[in-house]
């Protein structure tokens, strides 16, 4: 029997339809499901260091909190940009996600090409925590203040060296726009994480480098390693002995970085809402509480709005203190 060609035609539309209605169902479904297979929690820098330790602890949580493991996959190197760009080219699923600091914000002013766009190529999830930030030095810095710093490295110009953890890294900035605050040089020498440049801190290969209190804390506390200030806006009740950057002589100086969870652009709503809810519960347990006071850091529960908006905020941060301290893009 010959079938009429309306017939077809219409069969055809049907056949479409149906095709169509599934594969629009499918995301849906897979959604509903999510997560169904083991996630990757990418950190744009190395083993052992601050970022590192955040993410493992929030890795544990997640992994009790969902249902399927949660693996901390390092990816440092180029001041963040090579572990952010690859959770940017990553399918929008939920599976690779992006645990990573105020360096994702800092990378397109102090580079040149940078092959993401902070506010289009992810999507933020939610804002973890704020770090302390030490202004810390080797004990061989014959200061013990930042005045007393200011006077040596104006009598010693280029003397010191200080660290970071890439050229496009926050506390490299921070170190260039506290040399141009104070009217001082010194040498910057980049490392791919704090686990390499602390020992270097340590022995007096470098001699300066504003770090995470999460990593110098514990050398400070043993007498490896002295703080001069602290790089918060206003003194911190963790530390509440130790001067600020700003009262010690600059300012208006602050340094107040942020870790963050993202995914790649375009994670559907209720992936990003049900990663929120469970990172928001996590952040108020004891537990949690307690880790992340023992490693200098102020929990932020909040929305995935709060966490674009910290990202749109740093963003004009810090190109208006690279127009100040006249750092161009390398």
């Known amino acids: 029997m010959t079938m009429h060609p309306n017939r077809l035609t219409r069969r055809g539309a049907a056949l479409a339809l149906a095709a169509a209605a599934a594969m629009a169902a499918w995301p849906a479904a897979a959604q509903d499901g999510y997560p169904n297979r083991p996630i990757k929690l990418v950190v744009p820098y190395g083993a052992g260091g601050g970022t590192d330790q955040i993410a493992r602890l929030m890795a544990e949580k997640l992994q009790q909190r969902l249902g399927q493991p949660v693996v901390v996959d390092n990816k440092p190197g180029a001041g963040t940009v090579i572990g952010s760009e690859y959770v940017s080219k990553q399918p929008a699923d939920g599976y690779t996600l992006l645990l990573t600091t105020s360096g994702l914000t800092s990378a397109p002013v102090m580079m040149a090409k940078v092959p993401f766009d902070p506010v289009t190529s992810f999507t933020p999830i939610a804002p973890l925590a704020i770090m302390l930030i030490s202004l810390s030095a080797s004990n061989d810095v014959p200061a013990s203040t930042v005045p007393e ?14 660290a970071s953890y890439g050229v496009a890294t926050t506390n490299n900035l921070a170190m260039t726009l506290f040399n141009q605050r104070a009217g001082v040089q010194s040498t910057h020498v980049p490392y791919k994480a704090g686990a390499q440049a602390l020992p270097d801190l340590v022995s007096g290969q470098v001699q300066l480098m504003f770090d995470s209190m999460q990593t110098s804390g514990p050398l400070i506390k043993a007498g490896k390693l002295k703080t001069l200030a602290l790089a918060t806006s206003a003194r911190s009740p963790l530390m509440p002995e130790v001067p600020t950057v700003a009262e010690a002589g600059l300012p208006g100086f602050a340094f107040e970085p942020w870790f963050g969870l993202f995914g790649p652009a375009g994670l559907p709503a209720p992936i990003v809402n049900r990663l929120n809810k469970e990172i928001n519960s996590a952040l108020k347990e004891p537990e949690v509480l307690q880790a992340m006071r023992i490693q200098y850091l102020t929990p932020t529960p909040g929305s995935a709005d709060k966490m674009r908006e910290l990202v749109r905020k740093d963003l ?15």
């Open 316 to 330: 004009a941060y810090w190109a208006a203190a690279a127009k100040v301290a006249g750092v161009q893009p390398e």
């Open 149 to 162: 710093l200011i006077a040596y490295m104006k009598a010693h110009p280029g003397k010191l060296n200080y």
